[in-house]
């Protein structure tokens, strides 16, 4: 994906809209308690001015300790109302974060997989993870303080003004040069705030990358290159939050600076007014406590712009990935065939990638029910990526692929899913136990089923011989299998899967040749009447299929059986025999 563009407008609305709408009556609990909570804490004053000149002034004992308690009171209640406001807004800031980390994650799990080849992971996941959080920290945290805030400022805004128009209107004056910067800045916050975000992504990419990529950093002794590496990526995080804190901080100077003016005004101007007797003592020191009181909420507010407008840049990032539509889209009135027998036919189906080069051009190919076909053809000819449309993770820009007579576009993607077993070239595993990665493929499968699957992919044995049998845990931190077993526990997951058509994109290639034909043998003669498609380089195991189609810079150039090809003295022959010699040679 781009760079996001944080000047985008309609962001914020966007957010409100899709995320906080659905917790509206939660907002209003919340602004309710912050309403009494400013109310609250802008009573003091007030109360104080009363006993100044009130109950000191007059000497009136009662109302001195009636208003002492009313103090005590007002304190007590805006403490609970801060808790209490705390409480709801803490909660709704992680539950309206995590509705948007839930539809994220569930938005980027319906991408294709090619989707995940072009974009760098790390990213993704820091789309998922960091910018989520700089989100929460403005939605929780930040919402609420700003309308806190921006209430107080209001409230003791009035307050002044009913206190004393005069005072109040110097002071306003003192605000214009404050407003007038921070509407100058906020340009440059949003993209300092973009290119924070950005320099995140960067880094947990290469933090992601070189991390699972470990074994290419020893292997050629690059740690240190890597840790420099490292502080590259790094060093743009650091440069960006710095300027941003720095002129989160020159704002804050600058207020602070408006702030000590106004004091300035109300000593100057309410001392002599409280010298000619216009102004009560008690007012003036209100009106000093009020004013004091406008520093707080004040850079609160500038803080809250900072964050809001860095925010703004994580929203963009996280909108342009749920914008990235899923290339392969499920059509909500597809139906599935009533019968489904795994026939296969592909007309004239060309792909292109995405920058035009093309891999596959007119290929007609034909799977009868039943049948056995391989696939066969030079590394980069296009094999995977036909594979890959057979299920729809990727569509043909031209012809189509239709199963049991219907368009593969037509099918409900589920149903396609369940019908076609892709066993991929790259074995995955999720880190969990042997019994969970087969399940992936039958949730309620007994673990007689497993071991009888296991059985078929000749790895029964083995699994058996492990301490804790089924139970192991593989994948990252478990136990690493051999590339050979993992393509075994992948090939035992298809069998549990059972679909129609078995597609094996290179799914024995880790074998030993002996094994390999003993594992195909065993994985034919159990899935009997299924369509297969296998793909293949080591065509001497693969002679006895009902047909070859041999496929060369994405056309199919050659098929038939195996002694018909090897008779014809095409391109099939010239790589069996390639092979032959070489397995002779190997043998010598
Ligand atoms: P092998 O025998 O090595 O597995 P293959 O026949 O399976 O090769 P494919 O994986 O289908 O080959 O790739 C066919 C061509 O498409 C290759 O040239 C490859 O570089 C290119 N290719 C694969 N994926 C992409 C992609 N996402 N974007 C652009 N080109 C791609
Ligand atoms: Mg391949």
Redesign the pocket.
Known sequence: MKPAEPHRSGLLRRFYGTFVRPYLALQAEIAFCLLVGVVLSLIDPLILRAIIDRALGDGDRAALLALTGLLVLVFLFRAAFRLLSTYLYSYSGLRILFDVRQKAFEHAQRLSP?FF??ERLGDLLSRLTSDVDALQQAAAHTAVNAASDALTLAGIAILLCWLDPLLAGLMALAFVPLIVAMKRVNRGLRVEGSRAREAYGGMFAFIEERLAGVRLVQEHNRQKAEARGHVRAARPVIESNMRLSMTGSAQTALADLVNTVCLVIIFAVGGLRALSGSLSVGSLVAYYTLASRLYKPLTGLIEVNVQIQVARASLARLFDLFDSAPQVRDDPRAKAPARIRGEVTLSRVGLA???G?R?LDGVDLEISAGQVVALV??????????AAMLSRYLDATQGDIHLDGVSVRAWPLPTLRAAVGLVP?ETQLFHDTLAANLRLARRRATDAELLDALEAAGLAQFVRDLPRGLDTTVGEQGLRLSGGERQRLALARVLLKDPWLFVL??ATSALDPQTERLVLDRFRARVRGRSVLI?G?RLTSLTDVDRIFV?DSGRIVESGLHADLYRARGLYRSLYDDQLRHDVEAEA
């Open positions: 090619y080849r072009r990638w995405d920058q080069t891999v053809g030079r590394t980069g000819s296009g094999k995977s990526t036909l070239q994109d290179e793909i380089h496929l």
